[in-house]
């Protein structure tokens, strides 16, 4: 059974860093795309970051540049987001996901990812 599974959420006060992991197992995903999204209450769910399989491309939205950094380690089969300087606006449900066959900017679209973890809670204090 293929299963993502996201850990590291919490409550944090604004200006405060989260990280958060997404563990991989029933199969390798050293050779997918694999991303971060959020949902916010009330809100639709958005794209935070992705990387490519091998690590060497990554993107952002706009509202995480340089605040964000997503990583992968593909010998543990495991994805990171080092989230810094959190604001309140940042307070989310976060959800790891991967596909097999995106690429690029097409990583941003959430209908490209086939696998999703069920979302780690986090909640930024102002």
């Known amino acids: 059974q293929v299963q993502l599974v996201e850990s590291g959420g919490g409550l944090v006060q604004a200006g405060g860093s989260l990280r958060l992991s997404c563990a991989a197992s029933?199969?390798?995903?050293?050779?997918?795309?694999m991303g971060w999204f959020r949902q916010a209450p009330g809100k639709e769910r958005e794209f935070v970051a992705a990387i490519s399989w091998s690590g060497g491309f990554t993107y952002y939205a706009d509202s995480v540049k340089g605040r964000f950094t997503i990583s992968r380690d593909n010998a543990k089969n495991t994805m990171y987001l080092q989230m810094n300087s959190l604001i309140p606006e940042d307070t989310a449900v976060y959800y790891c996901a991967a596909s097999d066959y995106c690429s690029g900017y097409g990583c941003h679209r959430s209908g490209a990812y086939a696998y999703w973890g069920q979302g780690t809670q986090v909640t930024v204090s102002s």
């Open positions: 029933g199969r390798t995903f050293s050779r997918s795309a």
